[in-house]
């Protein structure tokens, strides 16, 4: 199993910028195929991003395209995703998660979840 813990969320204005982080335990990191999805109150949770084992593959919603980029150091066991030129409507709790297996953008195909970290966006 992998253990994650999500850091870096906040309040930004309109047009700023967060990094948020992912750091894992347990198992291997470079074994996971990892995830950032996000859920705003009363929606459905949504995929944002997703990068392959080793880094070079990664994917991202088109609502987010442009302005994110996931990444991943797996030397130091860690996820991340820079947010650009931030959005009102990027405001969610923001999730990272795991699982072996990289073709999916569904939450449910994902294993492992972290506890989420607040972002909000002031206009």
């Known amino acids: 199993q992998v253990q994650l813990v999500e850091s870096g969320g906040g309040l930004v204005q309109a047009g700023g910028s967060l990094r948020l982080s992912c750091a894992a335990s347990?198992?291997?990191?470079?074994?996971?195929?990892m995830g950032w999805f996000r859920q705003a109150p009363g929606k459905e949770r949504e995929f944002v991003a997703r990068?392959?084992?080793?880094?070079?593959?990664?994917d991202y919603a088109d609502s987010v395209k442009g302005r994110f980029t996931i990444s991943r150091d797996n030397a130091k066991n860690t996820l991340y995703l820079q947010m650009n030129s931030l959005k009102p409507e990027d405001s969610a709790v923001y999730y990272c998660?795991?699982?072996?297996?990289?073709?999916?953008?569904?939450?449910?195909?994902?294993?492992?979840w972290g506890q989420g970290t607040q972002v909000t966006v002031s206009s």
């Open positions: 998660a795991a699982r072996e297996s990289y073709n999916s953008r569904w939450y449910k195909d994902y294993n492992y």
């Open positions: 347990g198992r291997t990191f470079s074994d996971y195929v």
């Open positions: 990068i392959s084992w080793s880094g070079t593959s990664t």
